[in-house]
């Protein structure tokens, strides 16, 4: 079946037509920067833009970046202040005259990976965690979502949420090396260790496309693989996030 996925990131707006029973890109990618300041309307417009350009008629899957509990968001994220408490799945329906299915992009960049993907027919806890303006994670059992894990608000020793102190945008504004950063990337991993138990600890995001030259950096002994999907995932879970849900 195809769908269309739009992943909906802080820095970036990116969607593709995808072929949802084997996670295959049927279209170029394409990518709108996202708004600034990134309101409500002013991302929806966008939305709306990018379902134009696809000349799209039918069910969109959308991965979100903050914890939607059906379909409303109830953190604000890296976004604005303002989408707290907005149904986005009704905003984006209002604003595209289409149905819109919207989850955590972290969850959805999960269900790609999980069933298509780095973690396809693993059993036990597998992790996925995505590394770019913020830090989202997806918590999995025997391949079944438990959603809205937000390993990213986790305090820090040092008092910071842990996103402000190891997200990919951190790196690049604290202008760290990649050692450097890794190894406070590392704190986290263990903390995950700590707490979960992972057996499988799968890495997104764009940063991931660097993982061959940080992971000696890493001391954890979970194992840890890159998605395979990479900077697609999002886009991929939110088509099949959309395939089920529209049945």
Known sequence: MKVLGIDIGGSG??????????GELLTE???????KPATPESV???????????????AIGCSFPTTIVDGTCIHTGNLSDKWLNVKVDKLFKKECKLP????NDADLAGVAEVNLGAGKGKKGVTIVITIGTGIGSGLF??????PNLELGKMLHSNGKIIE??????IRKKE???LKQWALRFDELLQYTKIVFSPSLIILGGGISKKFDEFKEY?????????????????IIGAAMFAREMHK
Do not use: C, Q
């Open 29 to 35: 990618r394409h990518r709108i920067t996202t708004p």
């Open 164 to 169: 402000f102190y190891t997200a990919n945008s």
């Open 13 to 22: 707006i990116k969607a593709a037509v995808v072929d949802t029973k084997n």
């Open 100 to 103: 819109f299915y919207v989850s």
């Open 218 to 234: 890493l001391t954890t002994d979970v194992k840890v693989k890159v998605a395979k999907f990479r900077n697609n995932a999002g």
């Open 44 to 58: 929806a417009k966008v939305v709306k833009e990018m379902v134009d350009y696809f000349n799209w008629e039918k």
């Open 175 to 177: 202008e760290l090396t």
């Open 141 to 146: 059992y025997n391949g079944k979502l438990i």
